[in-house]
């Protein structure tokens, strides 16, 4: 099993920045990849990013490119999500998500077996 726990989030206002983080725990060495999903009130949980464990793949949803940045720290066992010149649009509760396995494929909530408990991103105009 693999726990995950995200923090970071918060009201911030339109232009500005925040980083998330989401801290791994128990079976860590299983993991194949991470990513970062976030769902609004009334819509569905939608993908922002991911990135393998090994660091050398990383997925970015078109409506963030550019924004958002993902890493990672292996000593750390936690993964980032930079979001700079944030949007109101971006405002939604942010989750972590990992699996055991990675076939390429990874912007759906069924690529992943593991999911924080999320944490709310405000971002007002």
């Known amino acids: 099993q693999v726990q995950l726990v995200e923090s970071g989030g918060g009201l911030v206002q339109a232009g500005g920045s925040l980083r998330l983080s989401c801290a791994a725990s128990g079976r860590t060495f299983s993991i194949d990849v991470m990513g970062w999903f976030r769902q609004a009130p009334g819509k569905e949980r939608d993908f922002v990013a991911s990135?393998?464990?090994?660091?050398?793949?990383?997925y970015y949803a078109d409506s963030v490119k550019g924004r958002f940045t993902i890493s990672r720290d292996l000593n750390k066992n936690t993964v980032y999500l930079q979001m700079n010149s944030l949007k109101p649009e971006d405002t939604a509760v942010y989750y972590c998500?990992?699996?055991?396995?990675?076939?390429?494929?990874?912007?759906?909530?069924?690529?992943?077996?593991?999911w924080g408990q999320g944490t709310q991103v405000t971002v007002s105009s």
């Open positions: 998500a990992a699996d055991r396995y990675y076939f390429g494929r990874v912007a759906y909530t069924r690529d992943y077996e593991y």
């Open positions: 990135m393998t464990w090994s660091g050398d793949t990383t």
